[in-house]
């Protein structure tokens, strides 16, 4: 199933940097009709209500904070397409002291709100036709890199989330993303020490859009990622991505 973003509303959280905000800005420039920009602090939007007018509607949503996910809901109902693209990074090891502490937080944030996100928006994208949920996964729900070891283990339970929406969200006509870039230059990326081999965050938004046109599920929008879906890409193609017993 492809599908077309141009004419849609579309809704981005984390949208006042880095990924999101290169995702809200790529959209519009590719003929989204409205664009939720979604975020903890709504004055942090308002650089691009200023470049886009209203084109831009900046929207609170904590992924902490399961209520302001449900208010949100509430008000974009005319959302079409859903990129839940907010996360959180600790940088922490399991033999760290604070590991168990560091899990928890980035669970509650990269797979209960994921969770939380889909169960509010769902609903709005079947009412709306079906639309898209793609979410932020990274290379590193593949791939754990021991420096932060509980980063990735969330990651991974994020992907696992996201294989089983995209079965279930199959049955309302919701077409369901997983995106997973490597190294991306943004506040994240630093804080995890890759700004060296860091590329450019226009590769995460022009790789959704390419993914939808050509209707593929996974997403690898970037050298690293490439590179680890390469290999990958068998494996998704002969087990994920097919319907297998659960009995």
Known sequence: ????????TILVTGANRGIGKVL????????????????????SASPLVEKYGDKVVPIQIDLGNPQSIVAAAQIAKDVQVVVNNAGAFKGTNPLDNNAIASLEFEMNINVYG????????????????????AQLNSVVSMKTFSNFATYS????????????????????????????????????GDAAGLTEIAESPILVA????KALEAGDFHVF????????????????ANVVEVNM???
């Open 1 to 8: 199933m492809t599908y077309d973003i141009s004419n849609k």
């Open 206 to 209: 022009e790789g959704i859009i």
């Open 153 to 188: 283990a969330s990651k991974a339970a994020a992907y696992s989330i996201t294989q089983a929406l995209r079965e279930l969200l199959k049955e309302q006509g919701t077409i369901v993303l997983s995106v997973h870039p490597g190294p991306i230059a943004t506040d994240m």
């Open 221 to 236: 929008p970037d050298s690293m990622a490439k590179q680890i879906g390469g290999v990958y890409q068998s494996f998704a």
């Open 245 to 247: 017993s659960e009995g």
């Open 24 to 43: 809200v800005e790529t959209f519009v420039e590719h003929g989204a009709t409205k664009v939720y920009a979604a975020v903890r602090n709504l004055e």
């Open 114 to 133: 994921l969770i939380h996100m889909a169960q509010a928006f769902a609903p709005v994208l079947q009412a709306n036709g079906g639309g898209v949920f």
